[in-house]
């Protein structure tokens, strides 16, 4: 949904619910700024919060299928 541009919002939500829960619960709470080899850090789960919050809060662009449904 979120490549076509479809639900963006709708989509979008879940996942930035995901990734808070990520970064609240999964990653301990010293992990940060601390990336091991084989172990995903707090930063990229921090950077997928943002983005999906920022896709909730201005939608879908000028180019998405979302436009020719509306």
């Known amino acids: 949904g979120l490549v076509l541009g ?5 989509v979008s939500a879940p996942l930035a619910i995901g990734m ?15 990336a091991f080899e084989n172990d995903a850090s707090t930063e ?3 950077i997928r919060l943002v983005a999906s919050s920022a ?11 979302s436009r020719l449904l509306l």
């Open 6 to 10: 479809l639900f963006t919002r709708l």
């Open 20 to 34: 808070l829960m990520d970064v609240l619960l999964i990653h301990p709470p010293n992990s940060f700024f601390v």
């Open 44 to 46: 990229s789960a921090l």
């Open 55 to 65: 896709l909730i809060l201005t939608g879908p662009g000028k180019v998405a299928l």
